[in-house]
Nanobody, 123 residues
Framework: QVQLVESGGGLVQAGGSLRLSCAASGRTLSSYAMGWFRQAPGKEREFVAHINWSGGSTFYADSVKGRFTISRDNAKNTVYLQMNSLKTEDTAVYYC????????????????WGQGTQVTVSS
């Protein structure tokens, strides 16, 4: 089974940018479509973005469309989330996960998950 490790989180001012990485080991990432989710304090985990195995199809939550870009480099076994024009409401722990089929917007259709990386956007 693939193991996933996120990195790249941190503290950034509103309007700034961060790039998150999700590195895979154990199996080649090209076997999986992948997703990014986030969970803010006191809120449920929510869908952020999804990318198919080749990178040719991407999907985004309305709240991040036009600001975030999901991409992948299968040769490096890594998926990325480029986050621009960050807002305070983007503050959350961000998780990557492998899609197992079904609704790509549902966290129940993803397994396994990484441990998450904290993104904090200050005003």
């Amino acid at each position: 089974q693939v193991q996933l490790v996120e990195s790249g989180g941190g503290l950034v001012q509103a309007g700034g940018s961060l790039r998150l990485s999700c590195a895979a080991s154990g199996r080649t990432l090209s076997s999986y479509a992948m997703g990014w989710f986030r969970q803010a304090p006191g809120k449920e985990r929510e869908f952020v973005a999804h990318i198919n195995w080749s990178g040719g199809s991407t999907f985004y939550a309305d709240s991040v469309k036009g600001r975030f870009t999901i991409s992948r480099d299968n040769a490096k076994n890594t998926v990325y989330l480029q986050m621009n024009s960050l807002k305070t409401e983007d503050t959350a722990v961000y998780y990557c996960a492998a899609w197992i089929g079904g609704s790509l917007y549902s966290q129940n259709r993803y397994n396994p998950w990484g441990q998450g990386t904290q993104v904090t956007v200050s005003s």
